[in-house]
């Protein structure tokens, strides 16, 4: 029973790391196209999760927690999880991206973790 809960749990962190394609066509090189990321949906002892929801009104599939988007400006729908509360805000964020580059999603946390104020797009 124990082996079959160990490789259930492990399927499951595994389902979760996909990246979708969200432009037309056949899939490009990763110098024409940015990955925005955000975290697992399910993260496990995080203190803080930010989870990409949609972009630019496509909504991301259940295993999928990063995209490919061609350059120029797009819209995020984003989920801000705080472990502590266990409260969820959700942010809608303008970005614009460029080809080439890798950004990640990052909460910016009120004192102590107790909520998140805002969400941002960082270049890794």
Not at 53 to 65: A, I, K, S, T, Y
Not at 99 to 121: I, K, N, S
Request: with cysteine.
């Amino acid at each position: 029973m124990k082996a079959r809960c160990a490789v259930l749990a492990l399927v499951a962190a595994c389902s979760g790391c996909g990246t979708a394609q969200f432009y037309g066509g056949p899939r490009r090189d990763s110098d024409d196209v940015a990955h925005i990321s955000g975290d697992l949906r399910v993260t496990a002892g995080a203190p803080v999760s930010v989870i990409l929801r949609q972009v630019d009104g496509q909504r991301l599939g259940l295993g999928q927690n990063a995209v490919d988007v061609l350059p120029g400006k797009h819209e995020l729908l984003v989920d801000c999880q705080i472990a502590e509360t266990q409260s969820v805000s959700r942010h809608s964020i303008q970005v614009e991206v460029w080809p080439g580059r890798r950004y990640r999603l990052r909460a910016e946390t009120g004192a102590g973790l107790r909520q998140c104020t805002d969400v941002t797009l960082e270049t890794v």
